[in-house]
């Protein structure tokens, strides 16, 4: 297992994706409901948002509830939305303690009334903190928010406040939920599945992937220690060949 001393503390990414994958299939393995494994896949949220707030990461965004999820049985939409508010009055006080800002990507008015109401208050709380940003994305799809995009641009270029000669893909990311967040360096999805699932698209067009067999439930941080070490392994070339990279890490050296 890899520890934190062996990770070069200066080449950590600045934001980390995760997709919290396989509380379903944790909790079957052990004879349980599925909840139990969404309630034990909140103590892995705890512990990673720890261990990424004690490196000094500037963020960490969390797949929680994607949009295709609604699809679910009413019953396991239902208690997903209960233990989010409880995990939200809980946990409030400890991203206070860590310093930790709490921020929201996609549709939050999809959301049950408590569950936005806990929510707001909880970003409200901590919107002044100087550490790691949490960012939940909850009624989130890519596709969704893309497409949200594209809507409130056309109605912008229809009322003349852009030209739609003039739109950028730096204008184009202002329209996305994740103005103002960097695109992650690395993105990271647990149990064994291939897939990205609808996430961050438009953002991981540079990002490195990690895929891990390790269901969410038993990913700890040293799970997560692993994923940045692999990280720091990788040339990130952006289109470029390693002669150039080379070159200008010299120069900014």
Do not use: C
Request: charged share 25%; hydrophobic share 35%; aromatic share 8%.
């Amino acid at each position: 297992m890899i520890t934190k001393e062996q990770l070069d503390l200066e080449r950590l990414p600045r934001h980390v994706a995760i997709i919290m994958d396989g509380n379903g299939r944790w909790a079957r393995k052990k004879g349980n409901p599925r909840i139990f494994g969404h309630r034990k896949g909140v103590a892995t949220v705890r512990e990673i948002t720890e261990a990424a707030a004690e490196l000094k990461l500037e963020y960490l965004t969390l797949y929680a509830f994607s949009t295709e999820n609604w699809n679910r049985p009413r019953t396991e939409v239902d208690a997903l939305m209960s233990l989010l508010v409880a995990t939200i009055n809980k946990e409030t006080k400890r991203l206070m303690d860590n310093n930790v800002k709490l921020k929201i990507i996609g549709d939050v008015n999809a959301l049950p009334g408590p569950v936005a109401q806990n929510l707001h208050a909880s970003i409200e709380k901590t919107k002044n903190n100087t550490g790691l940003t949490l960012v939940l994305a909850l009624s989130y799809s890519s596709r969704w928010e893309i497409l949200n995009a594209v809507k409130h641009i056309s109605e912008d270029v229809h009322q003349g406040k852009i030209d739609s000669e003039g739109i950028t893909t730096e204008i184009f990311e202002t329209y996305l939920n994740t103005s103002g967040i960097p695109d992650p360096e690395l993105l990271i999805r647990t149990s064994g599945e291939y897939r990205i699932s609808n996430y961050l698209l438009w953002q991981i067009a540079y990002t490195e992937l990690f895929f891990t067999s390790t269901l969410w439930p038993d990913f700890r941080k040293e799970n997560f220690y692993e994923a940045l070490a692999d990280y720091q392994k990788r040339e990130r070339r952006f289109g470029k060949i390693s002669e150039q990279v080379a070159k200008n890490t010299n120069v900014n050296s």
